[in-house]
């Protein structure tokens, strides 16, 4: 069966300091990959898809870049946090093609 | 562009009752899905129930199952024999066929009590 890991499940950080957040999937090949953000009390925003290495689509301009170096890797990056940053982040994937995607347990993101 | 709307902040139910979440969206497309998706307290989403469309025979899961009245773009949530572990917020979301996007409302907080 698939399974989705995320870290770390919490991390504080100063302004201006550099991120990366790790997403791994198990059991699948080539699946689609997905971050998304949710700010407090609120839904989930898209932030960037990947249909396979390489390739990142972004959907929302911001200081997150996204970065997918393995079939079943993919690590959202900023070189310098703001505060409107912070958030709870997940990752999620789905088959290809497949129109059901499956979350990860999320990382917590407070910026200080 | 597509919308989804959760008009019910919160909602509470006692324990083993039953409740109804409501959900609206609005879109031109045809071909299209809906989801149910669950976020306990542990804040990892979990899917609930998944609808296609072009599918007019509603949902079901277990003690969850959906009111999907397509031309009214309405897709509601129904969960029986409501147990303690059902305390959390739930997420109508929805897809355009072929596309990987995930349209969020913004979610309906469910408490149960005992």
């Known amino acids: 069966s698939q399974t989705i890991h995320q870290w770390p499940a919490t991390l504080v950080q100063p302004v201006g300091s550099p991120l990366s957040l790790e997403c791994t999937v198990e059991g699948t090949s080539n699946p689609n990959l997905y971050w998304y953000r949710q700010a407090a009390g609120r839904g989930l925003q898209l932030l960037f898809y990947s249909v396979g290495i390489g390739q990142i689509s972004s959907e929302v301009p911001q200081n997150l870049s996204a970065s997918r170096p393995q079939d079943r890797q993919f690590i959202l990056s900023s070189k310098k946090l703001l505060l409107s940053d912070s958030g709870f982040y997940l990752c999620?994937?789905?088959?290809?093609?497949?129109?059901?995607?499956?979350f990860g347990p999320g990382t917590r993101l407070t910026v200080l | 562009a597509q919308t989804v709307t959760q008009s019910q902040p919160e909602m509470s139910v006692q324990e083993a009752e039953t409740v109804t979440l409501s959900c609206t969206y609005d879109t031109s497309e045809s071909n299209y899905y809906l989801f149910w998706y669950k976020q306990p307290p542990s804040r990892q989403m979990i899917l609930v129930i998944r609808q296609e469309a072009y599918k007019q025979q509603n949902a079901t899961e277990n003690r969850f199952s959906v009111n999907f009245q397509k031309a009214a773009k309405s897709f509601s949530l129904k969960i029986s024999d409501s147990q303690l572990g059902d305390t959390a917020m739930y997420f109508c979301?929805?897809?355009?066929?072929?596309?990987?996007?995930?349209?969020f409302g913004t979610g309906t907080r469910l408490q149960v009590f005992p």
């Open positions: 979301a929805f897809m355009k066929h072929h596309t990987d996007k995930l349209i």
């Open positions: 999620a994937w789905s088959d290809v093609g497949g129109d059901t995607q499956y």
